[in-house]
DNA sequence: TTGTAAGCGTTATCAG
DNA sequence: CTGATAACGCTTACAA
C-alpha cells in the first residue's frame, strides 16, 4: 500500500482524512487533544499511506536532534578496530540509548575535523584521542557545539573525563619493583603527529611519570630515548619488542602503556624463545575484556574504560541541558589487577637465543 | 567573539555583510556566482560571527542527510563489545567516509525496531543480524528506507551481502576428518529468540548445514541435541563448553560456529588440563583479528568482514542514488585457515581428569 | 552579479 | 476540539 513513487507526507494524511495537519500532528504527538475516533482514524489512515514523519522535519522544528555524536581524528575504519574503541563506545551507547539519543560517529572529511563536524546533525559531541595540542581543537570548539573531551587536562574550560593515569602507572611499575625486577623496557603509543615531543599532559605523558616516579625511588631512570614507541595496536606492540630486543635491550619486565601492545609483546617475546612470566614480566594498562582471555591472563592497569563512555555521554547531556553550565572535570580511578603475566625475577638470568 | 547567546543564523549574516540570504548561501557553496571580493567578505564576516550553516536545515532543503544508518537489534552496548561488529563497521565506515557519508547507528529504542529507525535521519540503513524471521523485518522494510541486509538469504525483494557459510563449514569439518578426527563437539551461536527452533536459512543454519555435509561423508551426524548453544562470546564458548564436558561429551575435536566461542572453549579445554592441538583440536569461524594472536593460534574459517562492510555500504549508495533499482545479492567466499590449534587425532586417547 | 520568494515537512501558537 | 498561520534555517529557481 505504501506509495512507490513519493513518501507521504502529513499533508496528504490530512487531506485523506479530511482534518488540518495540525489534527494529523496531534494524532501522533498530543493524541489527547483529539477525540479519541479521529485520533484512531487518523493513525489508521497515515498507516495505509505508509506515513512516517519526516525526522529531518522534526528536528528543524524542535530546534534539536536527539543525536550525541562521537569525534575521533582517526578514521573510523581504524577506530572501530580498536577494542578500547569498542568499549568506550559501548559506554557512550548506553547512557545515550537511555536516554533516547542516537549516536552519530564523527571523524576527519576531507582531511578536517571541523568540517565533518560542522556536517554532522548533533546536539553535542564526545571527543577522544584529541590531544590538547592538536591544531583541530580550536575549531571544534568555535564550533559552537557542547563539547565533553576525554583524556584531556589542559583544556581547563571544557568539560571532560580522565583517568588517573599516573597513580596507575606508578602502581604498575611499583608492582614489578616489589618483585624484584630492575630492567624494564617502556613501550608507549606513538604521540599523535609522528616525532612530535612528547606532551606532559596527555595521556602519554603521565603514565611515563607515574613509572618514572616508582622507579626515581630506586634510583632507576628511564631516559626518553630508551622508551619504544609503535601504534597501540597488537601489531605495534609486537614490532617494539623486537626492535627494543634487536638493539639490544634485555629486561626481565616490560612495561606498556596499553594492552594490545602488551599483547604484542608477550607474542614476541614467546617467538623469541622467552617464558612469560618464566623469563619475562609484562604489565599493560587499559583492561580491557581481552587482557583475561590470554595466556598467560594479562597483569594491568584497570581503568573502567566504559563507565568512562558513560560519564563522558552524563557529562555531555547535562551540557546540552544547559550550554552556560560551568565545565565539569571528573577523574575516574585506576588499579592494578595482577594476573598471571607478572612473577619474581628470575633468579639467574639464563642465557636465551638472540633471534 | 562568537555569539554566546544564540547561534549566528545565514541572516545575520547577511545583515552585517549588507547582502541577501542568497549571497551568503552561495558565499559558501557556489562562490563562482559572486565577484570574488563579495565572496570573500562575506566569509570574513560569517568566521566573525561564528556562523555555521545548520546542518538540519540543509538537509531538509536538500532532502537528504548525507548519513547512512547501521542497525542491529540488539543493543548498542552490547554489539559495540564484540569484535566481529567493529571489525563490520570499519568497513562500512570505510567506503561511507569515502563517499562523504556519516554514520549513524541505529538500536531498538522502547524495545522497537522500527521507532528508533523512524526517528533516525539516515538516506538508508545497512541491517546486521537481521533474521528473516525477526518480527521487526516487516516494520523496516515498510518504513520506506533504502536497506540492505547482511546475512539474510530468505527475502528476495531485498539487496544484500551473505558469505559462504556453509562451504566455510564444510571445509572446516573436513579438515578435522582428514587428521583422523571423528568425535566432535559443536558449539553454536544460540538463535536470537531462545528456544527458538533453527532457521535453515540463517547463518547458523548454512554452518550446520555444511559440518553436516561432511561428516555425512564418513556416516556421522549431529542430532539437533547435541549441538551445544550460547551466546556468541569468549564467554558464552567457556559455559558452552564446560557443559559440554559436564554432561560426558570426550570430543577430540570442536566446530566452533564463531571465533570468539572457539577461543572461549580452548580456554575450557585448558583450564581442564587439555592441551590444544595435543589432546583437543579446536576451529573457529569468521577469523577475528585477534584469531591470529591467540595460542595457539586459531585454525578458523575466514571471512572478510570489512569487505563484507564495504560491499553492504556499496550496494546501500547504489539503492541511494536509484530507489527503484533490482535488489542485488551478493555472496563472498569464505575460506579455512590453518593455524596451530588443530592437530592430529590423538593416537591413544589418555585418560583425562573428568574435573 | 545580486536579490526575491518559494519551497523542504514539521511543530506550536492562538484564534475560532 | 479543530484549523489557519507562522516559525525553524537553508537552498535555489527565477527575476532584476
Same mark, same amino acid.
Given at each position: ?10 499533508? *496528504? ?16 504527538? $498530543? ?9 484512531? @482514524?487518523? #493513525? %489508521? ?8 514523519? $519526516? ?79 592538536? +591544531? ?29 593515569? /599516573? ?6 611499575? $611499583?608492582?614489578?619493583?616489589?618483585? !624484584?625486577? #630492575? ?15 612528547? %606532551? ?23 631516559? %626518553?630515548?630508551?622508551?619504544?614507541? !609503535? ?12 626492535? !627494543? ?5 634485555? +629486561?626481565?619486565?616490560? &612495561?606498556?602503556?596499553? *594492552? ?31 587482557? @583475561?582471555?590470554? %595466556? ?20 555531555? &547531556?547535562?551540557?546540552?541541558?544547559? /550550554?552556560?553550565?560551568?565545565?565539569? #572535570? ?15 625475577? +628470575?633468579?639467574? #638470568?639464563?642465557?636465551? +637465543?638472540? $633471534?
Amino acid at each position: 500500500l505504501a506509495n512507490r513513487t513519493r513518501r507521504a507526507r502529513i499533508d *496528504d494524511v490530512a487531506d485523506a482524512a479530511g482534518v488540518s495537519k495540525t489534527a494529523v500532528s496531534f494524532a501522533f504527538n $498530543n493524541p489527547d487533544r483529539l477525540r479519541a475516533d479521529t485520533a484512531s @482514524r487518523i #493513525r %489508521d489512515i497515515a498507516e495505509q499511506l505508509g506515513y512516517r514523519p $519526516n525526522p529531518v522535519a522534526r528536528m528543524l522544528s524542535a530546534g534539536r536532534t536527539l543525536t550525541m555524536g562521537v569525534l575521533t581524528p582517526q578514521a573510523l575504519a581504524v577506530v572501530f578496530s580498536n577494542p578500547f574503541f569498542g568499549e568506550f563506545s559501548a559506554g557512550v551507547a548506553r547512557t545515550a540509548e537511555h536516554h533516547g539519543y542516537g549516536l552519530h560517529f564523527i571523524s576527519p572529511r576531507a582531511g578536517s575535523l571541523a568540517t565533518s563536524l560542522a556536517g554532522a546533525s548533533v546536539d553535542g559531541v564526545v571527543a577522544l584521542g584529541l590531544s590538547g595540542e592538536h +591544531p583541530e581543537v580550536e575549531h571544534i570548539r568555535s564550533a559552537g557545539v557542547p563539547v565533553v573531551v576525554v583524556d584531556v587536562r589542559d583544556i581547563p574550560e571544557l568539560s571532560g573525563v580522565v583517568i588517573d593515569d /599516573e597513580g596507575g602507572a606508578h602502581a604498575a611499575a $611499583n608492582h614489578l619493583l616489589e618483585l !624484584g625486577h #630492575r630492567d624494564f623496557m617502556v613501550i608507549a603509543m606513538e604521540p599523535p603527529l609522528a616525532g612530535a615531543p612528547l %606532551d606532559p599532559h596527555s595521556v602519554m605523558g603521565m603514565r611515563l611519570a607515574g613509572y618514572r616516579r616508582a622507579l626515581a625511588v630506586h634510583d632507576l631512570s628511564i631516559p %626518553d630515548q630508551a622508551v619504544l614507541t !609503535g601504534p597501540a595496536s597488537i601489531d605495534g606492540g609486537i614490532r617494539a619488542f623486537r626492535l !627494543g630486543w634487536e638493539r639490544g635491550d634485555r +629486561p626481565t619486565a616490560v &612495561l606498556a602503556a596499553s *594492552d594490545a601492545m602488551a599483547i604484542g609483546a608477550m607474542r614476541a617475546a614467546r617467538d623469541l624463545g622467552l617464558r612469560v612470566p618464566g623469563d619475562l614480566s609484562v604489565v599493560g594498562f587499559d583492561d580491557i575484556d581481552l587482557a @583475561r582471555y590470554t %595466556d598467560p591472563a594479562l597483569t594491568t592497569v584497570h581503568q573502567p574504560i566504559r563507565e568512562k563512555g558513560e560519564h563522558a555521554a552524563h557529562l555531555l &547531556l547535562r551540557l546540552i541541558a544547559d /550550554e552556560a553550565a560551568a565545565p565539569v #572535570r571528573e577523574q575516574l580511578p585506576t588499579h592494578l589487577v595482577v594476573r598471571g603475566s607478572t612473577g619474581p625475577v +628470575p633468579v639467574r #638470568r639464563q642465557e636465551v +637465543p638472540s $633471534n
